[in-house]
Structure formats: C-alpha cells, structure tokens
Nanobody
Framework: DVQLQASGGGLVQAGGSLRLSCLAS????????VGWFRQAPGKEREAVAC????????YVVDSMRGRFTIAADSAKNMVYLQMNSLIPEDTAVYYC?????????????????WGQGTLVTVSS
C-alpha cells in the first residue's frame, strides 16, 4: 500500500523557516512522483511543489518559487519541503501526496495517494 506521512508543521513568525518532511512507503521514488499541496482555511486546495525522480524533475509553483524548495532522500524514503521567508498567507494544512503521473501537479490536478496533513501557522 502507498502510504505517506507528513510532519514538521508548527507555529512560526513571519520571515521564519520550516522544513516539512514526508515519509513514504509502499512504493519506489523511481515510479511515483511525490508532491506537496496545501489548503488554507476557507480556500481550495492548491499545489505547492513536486519531485519526480523518474523524469528528473522538480517543480515549485511560481508564486512560491524562490522561497520553497523540494528535495528527496531515496535512501530514507523521505521528501522534504523547505519553506523560507514565510508569510501569513502560507498558513495552511500541508499535505504530501504521490502519483504515477507527476506532471498532474502543473495543471493543479490532485494526486491519487494522500497522507494526513500537517498544520503550518505563520504569525504576523
């Protein structure tokens, strides 16, 4: 079974940084892309970033590029989302997800497999 477990959320002041972690199991990074999505209170879920080792692609949504980076450690089955220069608008529940078709995220299409979310709160 494909399983994903996100962690690392918390409360941070604006301008601060957080690193989210996603522990993946039940699949190989050689086959599945792993992405991060987020959902802010009262808003729709939106794509954040993805990493697809199969196609050697990393992708970060334009509005977050330069502040957020995504990386994977295949040996540890971990995917990380490093978030810097956080702003209150980044407050959301962040989810990691996996899919065979990693490029879906570019079109904002949700992935097939999801973990539980981790809450990030950025105070002003």
């Amino acid at each position: 079974d494909v399983q994903l477990q996100a962690s690392g959320g918390g409360l941070v002041q604006a301008g601060g940084s957080l690193r989210l972690s996603c522990l993946a199991s039940g699949f190989s990074f050689d086959d599945y892309a792993v992405g991060w999505f987020r959902q802010a209170p009262g808003k729709e879920r939106e794509a954040v970033a993805c990493i697809d080792k199969k196609d050697n692609v990393t992708y970060v949504v334009d509005s977050m590029r330069g502040r957020f980076t995504i990386a994977a450690d295949s040996a540890k089955n971990m995917v990380y989302l490093q978030m810097n220069s956080l702003i209150p608008e980044d407050t959301a529940v962040y989810y990691c997800a996996a899919d065979l078709a990693g490029r879906k995220i570019v079109a904002g299409v949700p992935y097939d497999y999801w973990g539980q979310g981790t809450l990030v709160t950025v105070s002003s």
